[in-house]
């Protein structure tokens, strides 16, 4: 798999600035989010070769970008998004119960990265007494995940809430895979590396198939065995004994007892069991993205005139799952990719490799659906990138007259007029990609303004026959879209109809966008 060595590098070099201050990043903008995790996973997955000592947890790592300055304005806004497209929200009450589990979270995060920065920069005759204070946070910090997930899963919102179930999931699988790697050289037995957290991670990430409802897979559910229910009882108690006698954060410890707690409740079997108890974590990923799928609530087209305007209300409908495809590949089917394979010694094979590169959407902007490889029932398939997007030409004089585009060397067929029009090509550099593009649609596709990393295209075409027809309530209009994907460059783009009567000109266009941080060349 090529790595843009650019993107990865900017990247890494903002976490490990964040990292080595002890501080979370400093971001506002949500969208940032993804690649700074996707970047974060590939690290982890061993997909991009980074060393040194800011990279050698996973888990810290993982905090500097899950928990940033603005830890609840930025995961606020990734649950926004999946409420509005499925028109339902949280409620407050609920709300107020994750919202504490993620503070919860982020207590433990600060805690544990202090304690393993400890643990790093320890001297030989301390270095024992270290590991055994890292030991105790990690065991605790897994049990309060482990007592918290259920809330993230109430089957009532589990639509909406699934980009946070996402984030408690990465915590979660990257505990469990920092303790596997890791925790023999912090003082943890082969046996209970072997016996306990891997099980665990095998049945969460859905690497094994267990043989038994009662296989041991850590205490996550209420199949938990008696002996590692008390055995993760016994380490929690002591980690909370051992932090009252050495006065430790009163709002970690608190997260501690709150555990402690339902995990006793759990032992004494109190609760009964969920249904689908022990779905790996990517299966119930699926489960609740493919229900989300049926919830979707497309968008109104824009125009009263949708009689004079076929085409308009199909497309405002597919650029709606578009959009729930997208923010549902970006903050939660791609995590779940990575998660088998953050523990050393897992090879990830071409196919997972693909899925992680896969292309997301954002159209049709304008009219009329042909092309489009996704619809109201199915998302668009996964397909490998055979090139990065080099060159593009558009045709355009009044409105836009054509599009054709270049990946590689390999030119696609002409979509719309070859000959209407001024064609306007743009040649990318090799390390140019387009970030941006301003749409002006409406009856007709209007303009085209592309922004790249290196500088600004267009605007391409007048937008002459955009405006819908006025009313006696209504003056004539136009649409326009900024469309754009953080973390991700513009790698296709389709016309969706074309007609040569009077006004001639395009009148939909979609664009494909796949991740930056995979687009070496």
């Known amino acids: 798999m090529k790595i843009n060595s650019d993107v990865v590098q900017s990247i890494t070099s903002s976490i490990a600035l964040a990292a080595q201050k002890g501080a979370g990043l400093d971001y506002t903008d949500p969208n940032q ?34 928990f940033p300055l603005h830890t609840q304005d930025v995961w606020a806004s990734i649950r926004a ?70 809330d993230f899963q109430l089957e009532d919102y589990a639509v909406p809430a699934l980009p946070w179930f996402a984030f408690a999931a990465n915590i979660h699988i990257t505990l469990l895979a920092n303790g596997i790697n890791d925790g023999v050289s912090w003082g943890y037995t082969d046996v209970f590396v072997q016996q306990t957290l891997r099980p665990e991670f095998d049945r969460k990430t859905g690497s094994v198939i267990a043989t038994r409802a009662d296989e041991p897979s850590g205490c996550s559910s209420n199949t938990c065995s008696s002996d590692q229910r008390k055995s993760e009882l016994e380490l ?116 997972v490799q693909e899925n992680l590169d896969r292309e997301i959407f954002s159209g049709p902007y304008g009219r009329y659906t042909e092309q489009v490889p996704w619809t109201t029932s199915s998302p668009p398939p996964v397909t490998p990138r055979v090139a990065n997007l080099t060159s593009f030409i558009v045709r355009a004089y009044d409105d836009i007259d054509g599009y054709r585009q270049k ?19 743009v040649d990318l550099r090799p390390d140019e990609f387009v970030k941006n593009i301003d749409v002006v649609f409406g009856h007709k596709l209007g303009s085209l303004r592309f922004t790249s990393n290196k500088g600004v295209y267009g605007t391409y075409g007048a937008a002459k026959n955009t405006a819908f027809s006025p009313t006696l309530d209504t003056p004539a209009y136009s649409l326009n879209a900024s469309v754009n994907r953080t973390g991700y460059g513009m790698s296709s783009a389709y016309i969706t109809h074309w007609t040569g009567a009077t006004p001639p000109g395009c009148e939909g266009i979609f664009f494909g966008f796949r991740p930056l941080v995979l687009g070496g060349v």
């Open 236 to 351: 929690l108690a002591n980690a909370i004994n051992a932090g009252e006698s050495q006065h430790w954060s009163a709002e970690l410890l608190d997260t501690w007892r709150t555990a402690y707690s339902a995990l006793s409740v759990q032992r004494r079997g109190l609760l009964a069991e969920r249904e689908n108890e022990n779905e790996d974590y990517p299966s119930y990923i699926h489960r609740q993205y493919t229900r989300g799928r049926s919830m979707v609530k497309p968008y109104p087209p824009g125009t009263n005139q949708a009689i004079e305007n076929p085409g308009i209300t199909e497309a405002a409908a597919l650029r709606t799952y578009a959009d729930y495809d997208a923010e549902m590949i970006m903050n939660v089917l791609t995590y779940a990719e990575f998660w088998p394979y953050l523990v050393h010694g897992r090879d990830m094979p071409i196919s």
């Open 407 to 425: 990946w590689g060397e390999t030119w696609s067929a002409q979509y719309g007029s070859g000959t209407a029009g001024v064609a306007h090509q």
């Open 81 to 150: 998004p999946v409420e509005a497209l499925v028109d339902q929200k949280v409620q407050d009450y609920h709300l107020k119960t994750l919202e504490a589990k993620v503070k919860g979270f982020q207590e433990n995060m600060v805690a544990f990265t202090s304690v393993w920065q400890g643990y790093e920069n320890a001297e030989p005759d301390i270095k024992d007494r270290q590991a055994e204070i890292l030991r105790m946070h990690h065991t605790s910090f897994l049990s309060v995940v482990r007592t918290s997930i259920p």
């Open 33 to 66: 989010i993804f690649q700074y995790v996707f970047t974060v996973m590939s690290i982890g997955a061993s997909l991009v070769p980074i060393v040194g000592p800011a990279f050698g947890s996973i888990i810290v790592l993982l905090g500097q970008v899950l």
